[in-house]
């Protein structure tokens, strides 16, 4: 399967796929509405973190693991590995807000929402034909859509 995978050797933390990752999971599908309004409003969030350290930048995101952790620690059904597609699937109706999938991640990439006891994951921009809105934001081609 597909799956976003990050090149610190080109990241600059430029953290424009957090942006396209904010606008490709609002409401108005506008940059500048979801983030001046619906960020604060709805608490919208992106699914991507660019971390820095120094001059290195990385963007983490969910990697859809092939046995993910964060499921087998799931208390509640919330995370599930969905066999036709591979993608590791976030049911936030399921989700009691524990917090086991984000201590079980190995890769850091599961957050709190910052207004509600449920989590951010990425979804890979799941029903959107262009693929991950990350990746076809970022400027220097440090996040690449393919399957390893």
Same mark, same amino acid.
């Given at each position: 399967?597909? +799956?976003?995978?990050? &090149?610190?050797? #080109?990241?600059?933390?430029?953290? =424009?796929?957090?942006?396209?990752? @904010?606008?490709?999971?609002?409401? /108005?599908? &506008?940059? @500048?509405?979801? #983030? +001046? ?8 969030? $992106?699914?991507?973190?660019? !971390?820095?350290? *120094? ?5 983490? /995101?969910? %990697?859809?693991?092939?046995? $993910? ?5 799931? @208390? /509640? *059904?919330? =995370? ?9 699937? #976030? &049911? %936030? ?12 991640? $190995?890769?850091?990439? @599961? +957050? %709190? ?10 979804? =890979?921009?799941?029903? +959107?034909?262009? *693929? $991950? ?11 690449? !859509?393919?399957? %390893?």
């Amino acid at each position: 399967m597909k +799956r976003v995978y990050p &090149d610190k050797d #080109y990241c600059i933390g430029c953290h =424009l796929c957090e942006l396209a990752c @904010i606008t490709a999971h609002s409401k /108005s599908k &506008d940059l @500048i509405v979801a #983030y +001046r309004e619906e960020r604060s409003k709805d608490g919208l969030s $992106p699914c991507k973190k660019v !971390f820095e350290k *120094g001059d290195t930048c990385v963007a983490i /995101s969910c %990697r859809h693991c092939d046995e $993910p952790s964060c499921v087998a620690a799931c @208390i /509640s *059904g919330g =995370l599930y590995k969905d066999p036709e597609t591979g993608r590791t699937v #976030y &049911d %936030r109706n399921k989700c009691v807000g524990c917090w086991s999938c984000l201590m079980a991640c $190995p890769y850091g990439a @599961i +957050r %709190r929402h910052p207004t509600e006891s449920k989590i951010v994951k990425c979804d =890979l921009c799941e029903g +959107r034909e262009e *693929g $991950p809105a990350c990746v076809q934001a970022c400027p220097n081609q440090a996040l690449k !859509f393919e399957e %390893r």
